[in-house]
């Protein structure tokens, strides 16, 4: 149940973001989302990609700092509410939330969010039994 | 005569100056100082014309105090007088020049004679034997061959004292990574800095070091920390000792550690050494810090009239458990013109490195850029990030920035900005690695 996400260190630098983003293109990996979390120095790029283990081995083949973390993906109904309620699940559960960050695509009338706990086995146990739908990594949308 | 001719002494004779009883060593230092005084006077103009204006003469040496009145030779005599100016022989007594890397202006130029080379390579062969070396020691030799006094200093002790020498120079890591598993030596000479990236570099070619026949290093050339030894001993799997040369006075082989590994014992039958206050000039009593200034007490081609190293240490008085009598120095920290000085304060890049490597998960990849904007002195710490430290999170690595932050600033007393990098993103060193730059004389 957990979706294997890959995160790059990157420097505040001109060509930090593009390089690594051209280095997975040509080795014909998609980026299914991701999310850019930044500081004034440095920054973190979190990306879900087609190939995870393939994706891994080319950025570390080029240099860059990468490391995959286990995140969750979880279905929600795409309405107002549907994030609120998901959220009020998580914290009935007393869990913390590292980040998050969504897919670009609805489908149709369901909404996909990935969420980094601290303790993802954990979590997915606690919000399965109650009643969350979560989203196996094979089952994430590639287009 | 050649170190073939050394290497068939004995160990037990070769050494023996290292156990001298204090009276004989004394004596003999005397008579030498004596005759190099004399030497200096007759044959160099500089030192004669030097020693005319101290009001001194050769006469004038009747006991090992009277060196102080001898004047102090500095850095810039060396290149003032470039290239030949401070010869004592004539070229065709010079069997070998070597030139230092100087990284302003001219390189200093030093000279052997035949004799001077017998005398160089022996010093060389006592500091093998030191660290616990022998002959039959399969000895790799990352030093730079060349006009650099490293590569060939080495070379020659460690043919003399009998070992297989694979001459393999610095650079090109891979292939050292490949002689190290392939051709199997026991010792390994390098900089400390180099010696760093292989191992680093042999983590990631999947290689450990520590599996490897490799048992001492024998390093130097540049200062190094006590952090970085154990990180290198653990790292490969040997003991690593320190080497104090410089080609002023001949190249490596001035000083070594012996396996108390408690200050490096000076070959001070050879390079009389002193401790002086660098402000006045005095010479300090003993176990007090300050310059190392050494006189050569057997050198033919270039002797050496209390050069002042620049390097800041103190004298161990204690007698040392090996049992040798040569005195031993403090590893050098820090050296005089290592310091910086930082918004007026005093900073030695040897402390920003025990303060890095005392903050857990720091590789001992590091830089430090000064600059000064709006005429205030600013320092910033370039540190790789590994893989140890990224683990996802941002505040766990802004944790860490704050935390070299806050124990560099306990530790030197100045603020610096903290940068985080990339891995490989500060220049590996082959040779002496460049710590720090410095913009703000732009």
Known sequence: MKIHQISVFMENRPGQLSHPCRALADAGINILTLSLADTQQFGIMRLIVDNWQRGMDVLAGKGYLAKATEVAAIEVANEPGGLARILEIIESCEMNIEYMYAFPCARGDKALLIFRFDDPDRAISALTGKGAQLVREQDLPTR | ?442
């Open chain 2, 1 to 442: 005569m050649t170190s073939a001719h050394i290497g068939t002494q004995s160990p037990s004779t070769l050494n023996g100056p290292d156990f001298l009883g204090h009276e004989s060593l004394r004596k003999g230092q005397l008579a030498r100082l004596k005759a190099i005084a004399k030497l200096a006077w007759d044959k160099v103009e500089p030192y004669r014309a030097r020693m005319q204006n101290a009001s001194v003469t050769p006469d004038d040496i009747q006991s090992l105090d009277d060196i102080a009145r001898l004047p102090f030779t500095v850095k810039t005599d060396l290149r003032d007088s470039y290239p030949f100016g401070l010869l004592a022989a004539p070229m065709s007594e010079v069997v070998r020049l070597h030139a230092s890397s100087g990284t302003t202006g001219k390189p200093i130029v030093v000279a052997y004679t035949a004799e001077d080379m017998q005398v160089w390579t022996s010093t060389m062969v006592r500091a093998f034997h030191a660290c616990g070396c022998h002959r039959g020691d399969v000895v790799q030799n990352a030093y730079g061959y060349g006009l650099f006094t490293g590569g060939l200093g080495f070379h020659y002790g460690a043919e003399a004292l009998g070992a297989t020498v694979i001459p393999v120079s610095g650079g090109n890591t891979d292939r050292q990574i490949m002689l190290m598993k392939d051709f199997g030596p026991t010792v390994v000479c390098s900089t400390p800095s180099y010696f760093v990236h292989i191992i680093e570099r042999a983590g990631e070619l999947g290689v450990d070091l520590r599996t490897l026949p490799l048992r001492v290093g024998l390093f130097g050339a540049e200062p190094w920390s006590n952090a970085m030894r154990r990180h290198m001993e653990k790292g490969a799997g040997i003991k690593a000792y320190d080497m104090y040369g410089l080609s002023e006075i001949a190249g490596p082989g001035i000083g070594a550690e012996c396996c108390c590994q408690e200050g490096l014992h000076i070959f001070e039958d050879c390079y009389y050494p002193e401790i002086i206050d660098p402000a006045t000039g005095d010479v300090l009593p003993a176990g007090q810090e300050g310059e190392l200034v050494l006189t050569t007490l057997r050198k033919a081609a270039m002797p050496m009239i209390r050069y002042r190293t620049r390097d800041i240490t103190s004298f161990v008085c204690e007698p040392c458990e090996c049992g040798r009598t040569i005195r031993r120095i403090r590893r050098i920290g820090r050296r005089t013109d290592d310091m910086l000085i930082i918004r007026g304060v005093n900073v030695f890049p040897s402390q920003i490195e025990s303060a890095l490597l005392a903050i857990e998960g720091t590789l001992p990849h590091y830089e430090l850029v000064l600059t000064r904007q709006g005429g205030l002195d600013r320092m910033e710490i370039r540190v790789e990030v590994t893989a140890k430290d990224f683990g996802d999170e941002i505040k766990a690595l802004e944790s860490l920035r704050s935390r070299i932050s806050a124990g560099v600033a306990a530790t030197v007393g100045i603020h610096a900005q903290v940068s985080l990098v990339e891995p490989h993103s500060i220049q590996r060193s082959t040779g002496k690695a460049k710590r720090v730059i410095d913009n703000r004389n732009v």
